[in-house]
């Protein structure tokens, strides 16, 4: 993830205006929110800026995908979106109890997908996500 000051600086180039909302957006983000949903990214960002429509939030995370500076995760038990701020190809897992997606630090070089199987799609990217119990869940509700 860049720094607020360089989402600015390309915001910028791309001839977007930067609005104070904007800045707080890209501040939030670069505090590290671990692959927070737009809703989160709203809540955090109101904080500071009461009067902020969820518009706005939205919005400008679309157009944060759009120039490749977060990537779209789906979490497909709330069929939300959450937004990744580590852009390059990584896996996660997913807890299905609390929802938490973290990394995991661990590329799986024999991944691939044969040509007959690909259907014709120039592959881009691909991304594995788990799907389990962290440990907190376990605790709270072994299974
Ligand atoms: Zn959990
Ligand atoms: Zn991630």
């Known amino acids: 993830m860049k720094s607020a000051e360089d989402m600015v600086a390309l915001f910028r180039q791309q001839g977007l205006k930067i609005t ?5 957006i890209f501040e939030t983000l670069a505090e590290g929110a671990v ?3 737009a809703e989160e990214v709203y809540r ?3 904080e500071g800026l009461p009067d902020i ?3 706005t939030v939205y919005n400008t995370l679309r157009e944060l995908v759009a120039l490749g500076e ?3 995760v789906e979490d497909v038990s709330s069929s939300a979106m959450r937004y990744d701020t580590e852009t390059g190809n990584h896996h996660h897992l997913f807890c299905l109890g ?3 997606l973290v ?3 661990q590329s799986f070089e024999a991944l691939e997908l044969p040509q ?3 259907a014709g799609y120039r592959i881009v990217r691909h991304q594995v996500t788990f799907y389990g119990y962290c440990p907190t869940c376990q605790k709270s509700n072994p299974r």
């Open 116 to 118: 007959a199987a690909a």
């Open 53 to 55: 429509s969820r518009m």
């Open 35 to 37: 692959h927070p949903s």
């Open 20 to 24: 104070p909302q904007r800045r707080a």
């Open 103 to 105: 990394d995991v630090d």
């Open 44 to 46: 955090r960002v109101q």
């Open 70 to 72: 977060l990537v779209e």
């Open 98 to 100: 609390c929802h938490a």
